[in-house]
């Protein structure tokens, strides 16, 4: 579903991705681990399509497609959702307000008409459950005054509403504490299908106890060094990164 | 956002006509430029007004002379030239009609163009319209729906022939000739407006409207609206604004007065959009006004603006609160984007006791504008138990832009309680890149963003303007990420 040929990225100049190389197939988890500044998150922004962003070199496709001519919100309605590592306030803006703009907004890009205010209702009420959100939040500006394990579930519970084709989750985990996780990636497990894929991005092998990848690739130094199972994030653990340099 | 997007929208907001930008090409009767008391005479001669009229005229006239051009607010504009303005114009046609059979259709069409089709608000919203083109009012319509519930609305210029008992009393009595340069040259040189009086007990069962338009160049719009509000009634009013795009500034001088008697509430909306001038800050209406409104007992007074056009805004709809439990409400949204400048706000005077006022202002700046809310909560020593509730809040977008707010109270009662909250915000890029990934375009986020810092004003709108200012906010807007 997802693969990056070559891919060379920088910022300001700087060359942050130094050709990575990584396919994604329907129905996988990936996860991406590495040390601070390895480029990880430069890697989720690039293939959101953050224009801060520049690629010199290689693609990025989705099913088939070269993503780089198209606007992060063209992308989102192929169906890539980020969840951010800092997601940010709106203020004025619901919490359902929001959403409902980007479910409509979704479906014109696709031909359809918006979604009816009944079944909306009913997806969010669904949702919410599934991520044990309290309905009150709902009407609060979005991620407004919002704790960090607040903020991490509103994002869950977006990718929840979206429904997208290829999760981005950018370190979902910090901020949480263990029963903040446990729903989180139960909302995440929930979510995952034949037709959809998740890629991990991640300090911690903690989160992958809870959401089992079927892959795990270390990024150092704006490459992809080494992947393997799932054994590969317990050996991260013990060793550290300095045996890979 | 990277240089790219940037460029892409200033090149859209720089294509973006100003859509109001046309000129109604009707033969118009236009005085040669210049003010003198012939002119003011003459002005009064047209107009067919009688001898007290004229002599209220030239003395408002014989004071702004002796005035001088009030220089304190925060904004930067090349003074206008009084002798360079036609103080009167007024198209070509028969004023007074009876149905809209009779207007003739290049004005109709005009009508159409700026959104109002006469005969769908007439049969739908039940508005009962009075168009001023220029100086002059035409088609004042559904007089005979509000004659039987003894509701007079009609052009000032009508009320000064048929209820000179009425305008003679009120007129100036808010809002006197001295009170500043502007209103001084206003009561000179009014062109027209809107009169209104409400009888004791009666709501008015639908809601007053007015449009304006200023349409030929080089000539100022002074008009003047008088509504008054007899003991216990009820009347929500409302006013909104267009003018084709110009080159050189045009002068727009307004003055409002309200009175509400006991018991009475008076509702005053207001969605003005005159054009802005350029994207360079070339051209643009000044819109220097002065409105206020005096509560007597248990009256109340809410004025509610969306304030987008104008190169130059500058004005403080305020309340009078002289009668005991009278309640004062003022809800602003002022917009400003390339080179706009704006200043701002209310004034709530308290006198009597147990009064109340409630100010929500929420301001928007972009491209390289400046936007002031300047305020002003006066609570006098005999108004005991008086109550304030401000808010000021200011959404800035890029960093060319400024905001400001002079906020000031005055408090000589001890009993007073008085509330002032701000709030400063900007629209950054994080914030679109995140709607952007959600789905939603960066036109669509600002939209999305804005609405929601103004709703709490927008929701004081009646419904039909509602929709309007929400447009409104969203195209003044365009092309101005930061």
């Given at each position: 579903?997802?693969?990056?040929?070559?891919?060379?990225?920088?910022?300001?100049?700087?060359?942050?991705?130094?050709?990575?190389?990584?396919?994604?197939?329907?129905?996988?988890?990936?996860?991406?681990?590495?040390?601070?500044?390895?480029?990880?998150?430069?890697?989720?922004?690039?293939?959101?399509?953050?224009?801060?962003?520049?690629?010199?070199?290689?693609?990025?496709?989705?099913?088939?497609?070269?993503?780089?001519?198209?606007?992060?919100?063209?992308?989102?309605?192929?169906g890539v959702f980020l969840s951010f590592q800092y997601p940010i306030e709106i203020p004025g803006v619901t919490v359902t307000n929001f959403i409902k703009t980007a479910i409509n907004e979704t479906r014109k890009a696709k031909g359809m008409g918006e979604l009816p205010a009944k079944e909306l209702l009913q997806m969010i009420r669904e949702k919410a459950d599934l991520l044990e959100i309290d309905r009150k939040f709902l009407s609060r500006s979005l991620n407004e005054g919002f704790s960090g394990g607040e903020k991490k579930r509103n994002e869950i519970f977006q990718m929840a509403m979206l429904e997208p084709q290829l999760a981005i989750l950018d370190e979902t985990d910090s901020g949480l504490d263990i029963d903040a996780?446990?729903?989180?990636?139960?909302?995440?497990?929930?979510?995952?299908?034949?037709?959809?894929?998740?890629?991990?991005?991640?300090?911690y092998q903690r989160l992958l106890d809870y959401i089992v990848p079927d892959f795990v690739h270390v990024l150092y130094n704006g490459k992809i060094v080494k992947s393997g199972g799932k054994e590969l994030a317990y050996e991260l653990e013990e060793k550290g990164y300095d045996w890979l340099k | 956002m990277g240089k790219f997007t940037e460029d892409d929208l200033k090149k859209e907001?720089?294509?973006?006509?100003?859509?109001?930008?046309?000129?109604?090409?009707?033969e118009s009767d236009k005085f040669p430029v210049g003010l003198n008391e012939d002119v003011v005479i003459a002005i009064s001669k047209k107009k067919n007004e009688p001898a007290w009229m004229t002599e209220w005229r030239l003395d408002a006239f014989r004071i702004w002379k002796e005035m001088t051009e009030p220089e304190w607010a925060n904004v930067r504009y090349t003074k206008p030239s009084f002798q360079d303005i036609s103080y009167y114009s007024a198209p070509k046609q028969k004023p007074k009609l009876n149905s809209l059979d009779e207007v003739d259709p290049e004005l109709l069409k005009t009508f159409e163009k700026l959104g109002i089709s006469i005969g769908e608000q007439k049969r739908l919203s039940n508005v009962a319209v009075d168009i001023v083109m220029d100086s002059v009012s035409?088609?004042?319509?559904?007089?005979?729906?509000?004659?039987?519930?003894?509701?007079?609305?009609?052009?000032?210029?009508?009320?000064?022939?048929?209820?000179?008992e009425l305008v003679k009393k009120y007129m100036g009595s808010i809002v006197p000739k001295t009170d500043n340069f502007y209103a001084a040259l206003n009561s000179a040189v009014f062109s027209d407006g809107s009169f209104c009086y409400i009888p004791k007990g009666v709501t008015c069962?639908?809601?007053?409207?007015?449009?304006?338009?200023?349409?030929?160049?080089?000539?100022?719009?002074?008009?003047?609206?008088?509504?008054?509000?007899?003991?216990?009634?009820?009347?929500?009013?409302?006013?909104?604004?267009?003018?084709?795009?110009?080159?050189?500034?045009?002068?727009?001088?307004?003055?409002?007065?309200?009175?509400?008697?006991?018991?009475?509430?008076?509702?005053?909306?207001?969605?003005?959009?005159?054009?802005p001038g350029d994207k360079d800050g070339k051209g643009g209406v000044y819109n220097f006004v002065t409105k206020r409104g005096l509560c007597e007992k248990n009256a109340k007074i809410s004025w509610t603006q969306v304030e987008t056009g104008s190169a130059i805004t500058w004005k403080y709809p305020s309340c009078i609160l002289k009668g005991d439990n009278s309640v004062g409400e003022f809800y602003s949204i002022a917009v400003t984007n390339n080179f706009q400048q704006a200043d701002t706000g209310t004034k709530m005077i308290h006198l009597g006791n147990n009064t109340k006022s409630t100010i929500i202002s929420k301001g928007i700046s972009a491209g390289h504008s400046h936007n002031s809310y300047r305020g002003l909560v006066q609570i006098?020593?005999?108004?005991?138990?008086?109550?304030?509730?401000?808010?000021?809040?200011?959404?800035?977008?890029?960093?060319?832009c400024g905001a400001h707010t002079f906020p000031y109270i005055?408090?000589?009662?001890?009993?007073?309680?008085?509330?002032?909250?701000?709030?400063?915000?900007?629209?950054?890029e994080d914030q679109l890149f995140y709607c952007n990934q959600r789905g939603i375009n960066t036109e669509k986020a600002i939209a999305l963003i804005v609405n929601g810092f103004g709703k709490e004003v927008l929701?004081?709108?009646?419904?039909?303007?509602?929709?309007?200012?929400?447009?409104?906010?969203?195209i003044s807007l365009e092309g101005s990420v930061g």
């Open positions: 579903m997802l693969k990056i040929n070559n891919l060379h990225a920088n910022i300001n100049g700087k060359e942050i991705l130094k050709g990575i190389n990584l396919e994604i197939k329907a129905g996988e988890v990936h996860a991406i681990m590495g040390p601070n500044g390895s480029g990880k998150s430069t890697l989720a922004s690039v293939i959101a399509g953050k224009e801060d962003f520049e690629v010199t070199e290689g693609s990025v496709e989705l099913n088939g497609e070269d993503l780089s001519e198209f606007a992060p919100e063209v992308r989102a309605h192929k996780l446990k729903v989180v990636a139960n909302g995440v497990n929930k979510l995952k299908s034949e037709k959809n894929a998740v890629l991990l991005i991640t300090h | 907001l720089e294509t973006k006509e100003y859509e109001y930008g046309f000129y109604t090409d009707i035409v088609a004042t319509t559904f007089k005979k729906t509000l004659n039987e519930r003894g509701i007079i609305f009609c052009p000032i210029s009508e009320a000064i022939q048929n209820h000179p069962p639908m809601e007053l409207s007015t449009y304006f338009r200023i349409n030929e160049g080089g000539t100022g719009q002074f008009e003047r609206t008088l509504l008054i509000a007899d003991e216990g009634s009820y009347v929500s009013y409302l006013e909104g604004c267009t003018a084709p795009a110009r080159d050189e500034n045009q002068l727009h001088a307004a003055v409002v007065e309200l009175i509400a008697l006991d018991g009475a509430e008076i509702k005053y909306s207001t969605v003005q959009n005159w054009f006098s020593p005999r108004a005991n138990n008086a109550r304030n509730f401000s808010q000021c809040d200011s959404l800035l977008m890029g960093d060319k005055e408090v000589k009662n001890k009993s007073a309680q008085i509330e002032h909250e701000a709030t400063t915000s900007k629209i950054g929701n004081k709108l009646p419904m039909e303007f509602a929709v309007e200012a929400q447009k409104l906010l969203e």
